[in-house]
């Protein structure tokens, strides 16, 4: 079966240092990935999607990036976090061929820049 | 772009009772989702709705895809505690086009 990995859980970072978030799927191939955030008791934002390796489209422009070094990895980084980064941060994947059965998510990272 | 409107934004309801909640959108959908988030969890799929006018359960849950392709609607029966989260509703166009989710209907179930 397919499982969605994602860590850390939680994250409390200083605005300025850096971030990368990671999260890897499993037991499928050549998924669609994608990150979101979701501020305090709010909707999902998406900000990036991925339909292959190295192939990134982003949402919203914005203080992050994301990569997908390889098939089953994506990550979510910053160079230099801000204030307003803070936020519930979730990542989720579909199956490329079966595109009707939705997205999939893991269990989110909960940044909090101080 | 398409956009999707949740009603309520918010419920309070005592516990026993019955809860009903809609999703509007000014386009239509081929594809419509209902995900649940709980505290500090990701949204999980509860429904998916791929037929217009289909009633699918799963459960004490309802939803339906309603026949103008343009809303989809969900039934909580018997509400209990463990029902408290964000009730995300989705939709899609065609095959190829991301998932639209929608605001949501955060839900608090009183003992």
């Known amino acids: 079966s397919q499982t969605i990995h994602q860590w850390p859980a939680t994250l409390v970072q200083p605005v300025g240092s850096p971030l990368s978030l990671e999260c890897t799927v499993e037991?499928?191939?050549?998924?669609?990935l994608y990150w979101y955030r979701q501020a305090a008791g709010r909707g999902l934002q998406l900000l990036f999607y991925?339909?292959?390796?190295?192939?990134i489209s982003s949402e919203v422009p914005q203080n992050l990036s994301a990569s997908r070094p390889q098939d089953r990895q994506f990550i979510l980084s910053s160079k230099k976090l801000l204030l307003s980064d803070s936020g519930f941060y979730l990542c989720?994947?579909?199956?490329?061929?079966?595109?009707?059965?939705?997205?999939?998510f893991g269990s989110g990272t909960r940044l909090t820049v101080v | 772009g398409q956009q999707l409107n949740q009603s309520p934004q918010s419920m309070f309801i005592q516990e026993g009772e019955d809860v009903s909640m809609n999703c509007t959108s000014s386009?239509?959908?081929?594809?419509w989702l209902w995900y649940k988030q709980e505290p500090g969890e990701g949204p999980v799929l509860l429904i998916a709705?791929?037929?217009?006018?289909e009633l699918t359960s799963n459960g004490r849950l309802t939803a339906q895809f309603g026949i103008t392709r343009k809303d989809s609607f969900l039934n909580i029966s018997a509400s209990i505690p463990s029902d408290v989260g964000i009730y995300f509703c989705?939709?899609?166009?065609?095959?190829?086009?991301?998932?639209?989710f929608g605001p949501g209907t955060s839900l608090s179930v009183i003992p």
């Open positions: 386009s239509i959908f081929n594809t």
């Open positions: 709705l791929y037929k217009a006018g």
């Open positions: 037991g499928t191939s050549n998924p669609n």
């Open positions: 989705a939709g899609r166009g065609t095959s190829y086009d991301k998932v639209i």
């Open positions: 989720a994947w579909s199956d490329h061929d079966r595109l009707n059965y939705g997205y999939t």
């Open positions: 991925s339909v292959g390796i190295g192939q």
